[in-house]
């Protein structure tokens, strides 16, 4: 016969773990980004390129982290 099936432990979404993620990886984006735009001269420039990296770093790390949510 069939074996008993148990319900897989499923784990939540936590929406304050995804923002959390989304903001520590687009920080940091930005902070590297400052880093070099220090390095080149030019720090606001920098931070605002790495804003535009570590954004949608930020996005595909929440999406990777939360896959299982998504489908």
């Known amino acids: 016969m069939l074996a008993p099936m148990e319900p897989s432990p499923r784990a939540s979404f936590e929406p304050a773990g995804a923002g959390a993620l989304l903001g520590g990886v687009t920080a940091a984006g930005v902070g590297v980004g400052a880093l070099v735009g220090w390095a080149a001269g030019s720090l606001g420039l920098g931070a605002l390129v790495g804003a535009l990296v570590g954004i949608p770093a930020g ?3 929440v ?3 939360y896959r ?3 489908t």
């Open 63 to 65: 999406y990777r982290r």
């Open 59 to 61: 996005v595909f790390a």
């Open 68 to 70: 299982r949510f998504f």
